[in-house]
């Protein structure tokens, strides 16, 4: 752990578009924020090169302790919080960049139960979602009866198995690719819904089964995702949000989701041995 109670070490596991630009704000800003960067990991440790200073890159994933990181932020994907999520516990606070992988109740409830036992903190950053704090009290106050979460981009945004999505041609417009739990859904497109994810931790009581999802296809979005959440509470209370997120054709996160990031990043400063929405 960082020596100065007032600097954050924090490690990056993933180099993608995002991960890419986490380093690059903890580099020019980290400073006068007090971060510092501990180090970069991606799979493909080529990648990295010219691009992180060499002292910084990890070549072995699993020697991540040796870096004594206060934060570690996975950006990449869900696979990497299956097989290292526990040990990232038991080191250091941790982002789950892609908390699509929480869709998984066994390894929900052991990282869960990692958190507590270490004192170390489960961040999950809101990323697309707008209201997500709001959600999560009506969730605490034992309010909240139902959400719904659509999620539209351009096809060429997505990134799911199977084959949904193989055949879609520009100009058919709009096309319902999934109805149904988050659970079910996180399995199916696990890069797109992590928006979906992180409001089924903030509505603790639904969980990833009590959450719906619905992903869209639509050719006409060719400059902005669409999310749209649905909120239920008592007597007839409801909530429904529309956000536009600017995003190119073909990227599977919106633009201003960086930004959101960031943001939970900096909150990353210890809430105790629990899950925390950031």
Same mark, same amino acid.
């Given at each position: 752990? *960082? ?5 954050? /070490? ?21 400073? &006068? ?44 994907? #869900? ?25 998984d109740p066994d390894l929900n409830q052991k990282l869960r139960? *990692? ?9 999950? #950053?809101?990323? *697309? ?16 009866? &139902? ?31 999934? /109805?149904?739990?988050? !659970? ?13 994810? !992180?409001?089924? +931790?903030? !509505? ?15 050719? &006409? ?9 649905? +909120? ?13 997120? #600017?995003?190119?054709?073909? &990227? ?27």
């Amino acid at each position: 752990m *960082a020596t100065d109670s007032s600097s954050l /070490r924090i490690g990056v596991v993933g180099f993608g578009h995002l991960g890419q630009y986490l380093v690059e704000r903890i580099h020019k800003d980290g400073p &006068a924020l007090g971060l510092t960067l501990g180090f970069v990991w991606n799979r493909n440790s080529g990648k990295l090169s010219g691009l992180v200073p060499s002292e910084l890159i990890l070549g072995d994933l699993s020697s991540f302790a040796e870096r004594q990181c206060d934060v570690i932020i996975e950006v990449c994907h #869900p696979q990497i919080v299956k097989e290292f999520g526990l040990q990232f516990l038991s080191q250091s606070h941790f982002m789950v960049g892609s908390p699509s992988a929480l869709a998984d109740p066994d390894l929900n409830q052991k990282l869960r139960q *990692a958190a507590q036992k270490y004192g170390r903190t489960l961040y999950v #950053p809101s990323g *697309a979602l707008w209201g997500g704090q709001d959600i999560q009290r009506l969730n605490d106050s034992g309010k909240l009866k &139902a959400l719904f979460i659509r999620m539209s981009k351009h096809p060429s945004c997505f990134r799911l198995t199977g084959d949904l999505l193989t055949d879609w041609t520009e100009g058919e417009g709009r096309r319902v690719l999934f /109805r149904g739990s988050v !659970a079910e859904l996180c399995p199916l497109a696990p890069n797109n819904v992590n928006t979906m994810a !992180a409001a089924a +931790v903030a !509505a603790g009581t639904l969980g990833f089964t009590g959450v719906q999802g619905e992903i869209v296809s639509d050719t &006409a979005l060719r400059d902005y995702h669409v999310v749209e959440v649905e +909120v239920t509470g008592p007597d007839g209370f409801s909530v429904h949000t529309v956000r536009r997120n #600017p995003a190119k054709l073909g &990227a599977v996160t919106g633009s201003a989701t960086y930004s959101s990031f960031w943001n939970s990043l900096l909150i990353c400063k210890g809430h105790g041995g629990r899950v925390y929405l950031c």
